[in-house]
């Protein structure tokens, strides 16, 4: 049964800071892996998608980055600002299961970013 | 990427009714998907809403307590049913593009139960 860690639950770093979030997943059978933004008691953005063959992507100050053998995704967050604080969710979506949309969701880091 | 939309966006529901939630997507998308997301906790995935078929539920989800309608490729309704307050989350839809199988999120209906 794939599981879905992120560690740590929660993060406060001063403003300006590099960080990084950590995501792992017990089976390496993956068909791609998404980091997700959730606002307090709003939905889910987007915020970068990996595909199983990729070791990384990037989008403006983010990066993420794969390593499937390992079972292991980091998201970079650069410079980090204030509008930053948020929960990041990573979810793994199964190889195989491409018809049923089932995503597997760690538990989320709470970041804070003190202005 | 599609742009979803809820409705209602949030609901204060006395035990025992039952409420609706509708999910519009701007563009015509073959997979949609309905999400709980417990109080402090994960997402986890209720059902796929099939177009045209009855939905295919996941383990510890069943149609009499979240009946779902899919009558075209833009629309879907999730019903709560028979609420309790252990119904009390927030539910999302969610669609997928079938080109890179990435998932995109409606902003959720917040549901307390008393």
């Known amino acids: 049964k794939q599981e879905v860690t992120q560690i740590p639950a929660a993060l406060s770093v001063p403003e300006g800071e590099n960080l990084v979030l950590n995501c792992s997943f017990t089976?390496?059978?993956?068909?791609?892996l998404q980091w997700f933004r959730q606002d307090p008691g709003k939905g889910l953005t987007s915020l970068l998608l990996?595909?199983?063959?990729?070791r990384e992507q990037t989008s403006g100050r983010l990066n993420a980055s794969l390593d499937k053998s390992s079972g292991r995704s980091t998201l970079y967050i650069a410079a980090s600002q204030p509008g930053d604080s948020a929960t990041y969710l990573c979810a793994v979506f199964l190889d195989g299961s491409s018809n049923t949309g089932k995503l597997i969701f760690g538990q989320g880091t709470t970041l804070q970013v003190k202005p | 990427s599609a742009v979803i939309s809820q409705k209602p966006s949030r609901d204060i529901c006395q035990r025992g009714t039952s409420l609706t939630i509708q999910c519009q997507v701007d563009?015509?998308?073959?997979?949609m998907f309905w999400y709980r997301q417990q109080p402090g906790q994960s997402l986890t995935l209720i059902a796929t809403a099939n177009q045209g078929s009855e939905a295919t539920y996941e383990s510890g989800f069943v149609i009499d307590k979240f009946p779902i309608s899919r009558p075209n490729l833009t629309f879907s309704t999730l019903t709560v049913s028979n609420m309790s307050p252990e119904d009390s989350s927030i539910y999302l839809c969610?669609?997928?593009?079938?080109?890179?199988?990435?998932?995109?999120f409606g902003p959720g209906t917040r549901l307390t139960v008393l």
């Open positions: 089976d390496s059978a993956i068909y791609n």
């Open positions: 990996i595909q199983s063959s990729q």
């Open positions: 563009s015509q998308v073959t997979m």
């Open positions: 969610s669609v997928q593009d079938s080109s890179y199988n990435e998932q995109f």
